[in-house]
Structures are given as C-alpha cells and as structure tokens.
C-alpha cells in the first residue's frame, strides 16, 4: 500500500489466459509477490505473479496477476487469502476471471459467465477457505 498510494475500489483476479487484463491499467504500478511479506508465489507456468495497482477507465483497481491454488501445496486459506488482503485495501468490488469448461453447448469459447453461486467440493472433505480466525474488518 504504501509503495501504491492507491486505495483500490475494486479488486480483479486475472485467471488463466487473462493476465494481460492488468496490461490495461493506467499509471501502474507492479510488485511482484515475493516482494511481499507472507504473500504466496504462483507456481502456475504463465502466472506473472505481481499486484497490479492503478486505474481502468478511472476506477482505482488492483489486480492479482497470478492465483493460487491448492495443487500447487498451499492451504486453502492461504489461497483465498489475496481476496482478504484486496478487500482490506479498500476493495468493495471482486471480479474474478479463471479458464472453464462447459458441458451446455450453447456456450462458446470466450463467453463471459456470471456465477450466481457455486460448490465447494472441497468443503465436503472438510476444507473450507474460511476456518481459521475470522477478521471481521
């Protein structure tokens, strides 16, 4: 935060295939993960691995260039723990983007979809983004 100086109004995970997205930001400014203290480093092959922070089309935003995931061995809270980090940043808004598959064949590659909910199949072996200590900030 300090090296941004920007209070980021929304938040923009930049999932597979869609890192050039922060590529987009106006006056940016990037640093990589592994300049950030208990920050998790991306494994994934194509994840550039940086927060982006400055504007689209006005709006002050930052964006994780790179996610985290449990195959690449961290825990579950540790993967969801950029969206907590956004949020108290000043993020009011989350969009996050990722690579699917589809099994409707009305869909097309490159639609955009909205999710209204989800499930987590994780959650039925008892891991869950949310155990651990709750900040209610």
């Avoid at 050039?20 to 203290?37: F, R």
């Avoid at 808004?93 to 409707?104: D, E, K, M, Q, Y």
Wanted: glycine letters at 14%.
């Amino acid at each position: 935060m300090e090296r941004a100086k920007i209070r980021p109004q929304i938040g923009i995970i930049c999932g597979s295939g869609l890192g050039s997205l922060a590529d987009m930001v106006e006056g940016k400014i990037s640093i990589p993960y592994e300049n950030i203290p208990h920050f998790p480093v991306s494994t994934v092959a194509g994840h550039a691995g940086r927060l982006v922070f400055g504007h689209l089309r006005g709006v002050p935003v930052v964006c994780l260039q790179g996610r985290f995931h449990p195959f690449e061995g961290y825990p579950v809270w540790m993967c969801s723990m950029p969206v907590r980090v956004m949020k108290l940043m000043g993020a009011t808004h989350l969009i996050a983007t990722n690579a699917a598959g589809g099994l409707n064949r009305d869909f097309n590659v490159g639609d955009i979809m909205i999710m209204k909910d989800h499930i987590n199949l994780l959650g039925f072996a008892g891991i869950n983004p949310l155990q651990g200590k709750n900040d209610e900030r």
